[in-house]
């Protein structure tokens, strides 16, 4: 049966983890009070006697609560020492932890914090074996929709699907201009009109509509969303994000004919469900996108040796666009 009094927060989805985090810090500094909530991190608990911190009991008042940021350690935990010293203080940490946990009074709550946590590791296997877990994933699709419409409900469906294509599933962002547009419109709706005119589209949201052309084998839109990209950003980086679009497309393909699910896809190529929708249904053109792909990948090798047309940028700039305009149905 999980421990109560060990907590372990966990998942990608930070608003949603961090928002639990702080009312779970206001709740019971309002019952127990501030002076008997303590948050440490792996800086504060090199610094410190660990063990002592985690199993003196409570001094004045009922209970304790001792918050441990980023506890379990991520996978990709940096610091500004060399990574065996790294390495070796924070197991030195975890091994720590791991003895305390079986002897923290019960009078003490400890709460791990940790959105990505390194699994391998023998302190994330014991809290999921012993604590009380929550664990914040991201939103599906579906469950998206319905928290934005919940946040706002009198947006339409045209105005919905573009607000989710602006912000790219990103939960901060959509936080954000969920408030923007909650100021904006209070009563009356909001439509695609007011999304465009009240969030600005990222990168993301650029490429994506580029690359949505591009399955759809809509060379004229294609051009155009080209066009609108280049003049604000880099081509190198368009190029290669579009590349790396296009191999996904690919490889999603791929996994499908050989019966793979959905989710399944999804998960192991990473990619967002509201793309991959848009994927699945150009996925008869995979033979034409598949020549696109060839086409890019000697566009980058002819561009690096000096063989495009033009100098540099140029050459890249006019290849790319030359192959998608030659982009046809048929």
């Known amino acids: 049966m999980p421990r109560s009094n060990i907590v372990f927060f966990t998942g990608t989805n930070h608003v949603f983890l961090r928002r639990d985090l702080d009312a779970w810090i206001d709740i019971f500094a309002k019952k127990y009070g501030e002076y008997n909530i303590s948050r440490l991190d792996k800086d504060s608990m090199i610094k410190i006697n660990l063990q002592s911190e985690l199993l003196t009991p409570v001094f004045l008042g009922e209970k304790r609560l001792i918050i441990l940021e980023d506890v379990p350690f991520s996978v990709n935990s940096k610091d500004h020492e060399g ?191 509201y793309v991959f929708e848009k994927m699945k249904k150009n996925m008869k053109y995979s033979s034409r996108i598949r020549v696109l792909f060839s086409e890019l990948i000697l566009l980058d090798k002819r561009t690096k040796t000096g063989e495009g047309i033009g100098d540099g940028d140029d050459a890249l700039r006019i290849g790319l666009e030359k192959s998608i305009l030659c982009l046809q149905k048929s």
């Open 83 to 273: 990574i065996d010293d790294l390495d070796s203080k924070t197991n030195d940490l975890e091994l720590s932890l791991i003895q305390s946990l079986d002897h923290i009074p019960t009078t003490t709550i400890v709460l791990f914090v940790s959105s990505e946590p390194d699994k391998r590791k023998m302190l994330y296997k014991k809290l999921i074996a012993e604590a009380t877990v929550k664990e914040y994933a991201h939103l599906e699709w579906s469950a998206l929709k319905e928290y934005i419409r919940k946040k706002l409900p009198h947006i339409d469906m045209n105005g919905l699907v573009r607000f989710l294509e602006y912000t790219w599933g990103d939960m901060n962002r959509i936080e954000r201009e969920i408030d923007k547009l909650a100021l904006y419109k209070q009563e009356i709706w909001i439509t695609e009109e007011d999304i465009r005119a009240t969030i600005m589209p990222n990168i993301e949201t650029s490429i994506f509509n580029l690359t949505d052309a591009l399955f759809a084998l809509d060379n004229a839109l294609a051009y155009k969303e080209c066009i609108n990209i280049l003049e604000t950003h880099n081509i190198h980086y368009v190029f290669s994000s579009l590349v790396s679009t296009l191999r996904n497309f690919l490889y999603a393909q791929k996994l499908i004919s050989m019966n793979y699910e959905p989710s399944q896809v999804q998960s192991l190529l990473k990619i967002h469900p």
